[in-house]
């Protein structure tokens, strides 16, 4: 559920969306689909100077509407200004490659709409997103409702906070590695956290502890910031680790992303949140699979710095098609590959390949090799599927 009433049975935004498309639709050979989506995204310096009109965030995406909130000219979002808003209509039927128009984080520009306009129920404030600036970066992944479509899962973030539990849902090395490529392809800064330390100590065998451990100190060996956590304590059991955080949180925009029931709102809420994150409320150490947050959403947090907290994703494929990115994605695999005798080496059996002789001597460990593999060739198979490692 979302966080501002927003009353269901309503019908009224879905008709607005029906008629914009009709409108448009006859409209259509004046001007070109692609022109269209050109013309919705517009730097902010060639936004229209109207009173009617002011910038904002995008704090929450539903399926027909969103939230914003404003936006000042120095960054501050003001997340308890919070106004319902519908995509300017003329947009509707615009050439669309990605699932959504807005993601949470992107920076628009609204006019505001009288109250009968969108004739909602809501008390919000009603406004018409005319614009969105470029996006700086996205979070994205393919959508699993249309292979060919993007889905954006938030835009314009400076930090991805990778979190993962031990146990109760187990961690998915390979799912921390799909974030990983990402953040790198996006330059993004990437941080890893691992959550419910507890579980590990009180249910994990020793085998599975010193493998997390292994896995630990490798990602922070190759420069990665590692964070473990148990969020479910007032402490989260490490005040130095939990201050450390605090302070890489304050003053960007940190999006919270990994499967469901792993602790990322019990995260979020360590730090002070404006508005307190619904944490699965039956702590039981067995996660029986409901996703408690449903919206992605933007909010401020008391001790600095903005973060948006995601539903958990059951599937993440990403849009590195071939082994160039990906192994750009892979720190240490970018590091030989530019070595190997060609260019477009996959680093799987080609000869002069010094990606494999670095694997070979133990420099690039095996288990990340093989989550190279598992990622290129789910991409790249014959059936075109893209299959999931661990
Ligand atoms: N044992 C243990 N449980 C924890 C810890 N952190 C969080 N939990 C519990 O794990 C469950 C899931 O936590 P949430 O914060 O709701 O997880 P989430 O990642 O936000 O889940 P979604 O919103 O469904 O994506 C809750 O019952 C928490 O109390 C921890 O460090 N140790
Ligand atoms: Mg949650
Ligand atoms: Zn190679």
Not at 18 to 46: A, C, H, N, Y
Not at 311 to 321: A, C, D, L, V
Request: aromatic share 8%; with cysteine; hydrophobic share 35%.
């Amino acid at each position: 559920m979302g966080r501002w009433k927003y009353k269901k049975g309503d019908q009224s935004l879905d008709r607005l969306e029906k008629v914009g498309r009709m409108r448009s639709r006859s409209k259509k050979s004046k001007t070109s689909q692609s022109e269209l989506r050109d013309s919705f995204i517009l730097p902010e310096s060639s936004w229209p100077i109207s009173d009617q009109g002011f910038a904002a965030r995008v704090v929450e995406v539903h399926k027909r509407y969103c939230f914003v909130s404003r936006e000042d000219n120095i960054g501050e979002v003001d997340t308890k200004d919070v106004w319902l808003a519908t995509v300017a209509r003329r947009y509707l039927t615009a050439d669309r490659t990605q699932r959504n128009f807005v993601a949470v984080g992107d920076r628009v520009y609204c006019s505001t709409a009288e109250k009968h306009a969108t004739d909602t129920k809501s008390d919000l404030p009603q406004c018409v997103v005319q614009h969105m600036i470029p996006r700086v970066s996205k979070i994205s992944r393919v959508d699993p409702l249309l292979a060919d479509r993007e889905h954006v899962l938030a835009a314009n973030v400076d930090q991805l906070l990778i979190v993962s539990s031990f146990l109760s849902p187990r961690v998915k090395w390979g799912l921390i590695d799909r974030y990983l490529v990402l953040a790198e392809c996006q330059e993004i800064t990437p941080v890893i956290v691992l959550n419910k330390l507890d579980l590990l100590k009180e249910k994990g065998d020793s085998e599975f502890a010193s493998n997390c451990q292994e896995r630990v100190e490798y990602y922070r060996k190759l420069g990665y910031q590692v964070f473990v956590l148990e969020a479910r304590r007032d402490d989260a059991g490490d005040k130095a680790q939990l201050s450390k955080l605090k302070s890489l949180l304050a003053g960007k925009i940190s999006i919270f992303s990994g499967h469901s029931g792993v602790g990322k709102s019990s995260i979020v809420n360590l730090f002070d949140a404006e508005i307190v994150q619904e944490v699965e409320p039956d702590s039981d150490i067995f996660y029986k699979g409901r996703h408690t947050t449903t919206y992605a959403s933007f909010i401020k947090l008391g001790s600095g710095g903005y973060v948006i907290d995601t539903p958990g994703i059951r599937s993440f494929m990403i849009h590195q098609e071939g082994p160039i990115e990906l192994g750009f994605g892979f720190v240490e695999i970018r590091k030989y590959a530019s070595q190997c005798k060609f260019r477009e080496c996959r680093h799987i059996d080609e000869p002069g390949c010094v990606v494999l002789a670095a694997l070979a001597d133990g420099d690039i460990a095996e288990w990340r090799y093989r989550n190279y593999v598992g990622i290129l060739e789910g991409t790249t198979g014959r059936e075109g599927r893209v299959r999931d490692i661990e």
